[in-house]
């Protein structure tokens, strides 16, 4: 028998194909394939072959038609490997076998007590079969001749979950006590499922204590609608519950006409300090621009700051997300907040901070975020070390040139005309090709490098005079967008960024040989002014394309 240490070796880097097979040679071998294997199941949709799925460490990937053969194959003895679930499809597809992974798990669950986290960003599944604890609350009921029988049955079930995603603040006031429960999510979508308190229908009397106590346990809090934000806040003030303690929180927020959730320092402070969380994302919006003088989300920093000012206060935060949340308008403000607020003393622990502005559609000169301004901010995070732009095609860009000096030349110009090496100019004399015969096929985009030589070339730029040159690097950037299409699907629905690393990258490989033209015209330059100011910076994600180490 081999050390344990060498076994573990061994299958560490073994090839995913030979991991069965190791499974098979004795039960040390199993114990460490399957604490591989099982630890994080994330499920994906299934990929054409021109796309290369970079999976996140420690983790399996199952495609969606897999799904039903996971479910068939799960048992008691590899369940108590399992740590964590993560859905990550988007199509009708799954739905049927995700269903049958509930029916399987509450099976195993009535001889074994493992616990595990279930996370589904699937929103057409959600809506179709429900979360995995919404399934065991109206599905497990047995029929014992006792009351308390059946609630021990059902509630037995739904406390081997360590994070519950709720569809209405009625579901989580009857939910029964959870000692373990770490993350709770709520995603209310409208208001037809009245909050239990405020219900008109004749209820059993809620115990207040056993929402309160969950509450209290809580690590995590997802709110993943205006409308979650809206419910929860006033739960908590029904309740009467306290301050909640939380290390991780996203909120959803939009100053609208109906279900007005706008941002409210002062209100979400009596219920979360927002300077004891570490790690906070802000999905936010403004569809009332007119009355608030496009100025209700500045406010909230402006009041945070001027908070901690005051009260020679500090935050703690390490992991900051600021998401665009469903509009295409009031750029101004995410502008503002950026180059005026998410570097500076305010977030000066910051460790992590994911940008995405990805719903508006074109850059623009007006909206486009001051490269100067922000790098001329950097020392007031000094730690900062991993920065994801996931918009950099849209709201990044069209600073481009300013920020390289290169003033006389549009963005265009400043994104691929820079670099004179031969592998530029052979990449840039293809780009030149393939778009004029994207224009002869009236721009439906079915091309791809084989169907141009890349030939040596001494000199080769591309002329952005030509239309044809335009629209096929903008098409170039929307399939840059598509690699992390993953991501923004799930933030259409309940997904957060602060869960990135359950999130594969989906490389297009139609587009992987422009991207080092990218890399050496402008990225690699805006990648080293960046990281002068930040001694400690490990890489930064432009919309697609990772630099760094």
Excluded at 407 to 415: P, R
Excluded at 420 to 432: E, I, K, L, P, S
């Amino acid at each position: 028998m081999f050390p344990v240490n060498v076994i573990d070796n061994i299958v560490r880097f073994a090839l995913a194909n030979d991991l069965v097979t190791l499974a098979q040679v004795d039960n040390w071998f199993k114990h460490s394939v399957y604490s591989k294997l099982y630890l994080t199941i994330i499920v994906i949709d299934s990929c054409d072959e021109s796309v290369e799925i970079e999976a996140p460490q420690n983790c399996t990937v199952l495609f969606s038609h897999q799904l039903h053969q996971f479910a068939a194959n799960l048992t008691e003895s590899n369940l108590v490997y399992l740590r964590e679930i993560v859905v990550n499809t988007h199509r009708s597809g799954p739905s049927v076998a995700l269903l049958e992974l509930y029916e399987k798990l509450a099976s195993l669950w009535t001889v074994c007590s493992h616990q595990i986290r279930f996370v589904t960003y699937d929103i057409v599944a959600l809506r179709a079969t429900g979360s995995l604890n919404n399934y065991l609350e109206h599905n497990l009921l047995l029929h014992f001749e006792g009351e308390d029988d059946v609630l021990t049955s059902k509630n037995g079930k739904i406390v081997r979950l360590k994070n519950w995603l709720m569809a209405d603040m009625s579901q989580f006031l009857r939910a029964p006590l959870n000692p373990d429960l770490a993350q709770l999510s709520f995603f209310v979508e409208n208001n037809f499922h009245q909050d239990r308190l405020h219900s008109n229908e004749v209820q059993e009397p809620v115990d207040l204590s056993v929402p309160r106590e969950n509450l209290r346990a809580l690590s995590t809090l997802y709110l993943h609608t205006p409308l979650s934000f809206l419910k929860f806040m006033q739960m908590l003030q029904d309740i009467n519950a306290p301050q909640m303690k939380l290390r991780t929180l996203s909120l959803t927020s939009s100053h609208r006409l109906v279900n007005d959730a706008q941002l409210d320092f002062q209100k979400i402070m009596l219920h979360f300090d927002l300077n004891e969380v570490e790690e906070l994302e802000l999905r936010i919006n403004c569809a009332r621009r007119h009355e608030c003088a496009d100025s209700c989300m500045i406010q909230f920093f402006e009041q945070w700051k001027r908070y901690n000012s005051l009260g020679d206060k500090h935050t703690r935060l390490r992991k900051l997300a600021i998401v665009h949340h469903k509009s295409m308008a009031e750029l101004s403000q995410f502008k503002a907040i950026l180059e005026n607020y998410v570097f500076s003393p305010l977030f000066a622990e910051m460790l992590e901070l994911y940008v995405n502005f990805s719903n508006s559609s074109r850059p623009t000169q007006t909206c486009s975020i001051d490269y100067n301004k922000v790098i001329a901010n950097l020392h007031h995070v000094p730690n900062l070390s991993i920065i994801h732009l996931s918009s950099f095609f849209c709201e990044w860009i069209s600073g481009v040139a300013s920020l390289l000096k290169e003033q006389n030349l549009s963005f265009y110009h400043a994104l691929t005309n820079r670099c004179a090496c031969q592998q530029c100019n052979g990449t840039r004399g293809a780009f030149t090709k393939l778009a004029e015969l994207d224009r002869s096929n009236n721009y439906n985009h079915k091309i791809k490098m084989s169907d141009v030589s890349k030939d040596a070339v001494q000199e080769s730029w591309i002329d952005f005079s030509n239309e044809a040159n335009i629209k096929f690097l903008h098409y170039i950037g929307n399939e840059l967008r598509k690699e992390e299409a993953t991501m923004e699907q799930n933030l259409a629905s309940t997904g957060t960024m602060l869960d990135m690393k359950h999130m594969p990258v989906l490389h297009h490989r139609s587009v992987e040989p422009f991207k080092e033209l990218l890399v050496h015209s402008c990225l690699s330059e805006i990648y080293n002014k960046m990281a002068a100011g930040l001694v400690h910076l490990q890489k930064i994600n432009f919309g697609g394309i990772t630099l760094g180490h």
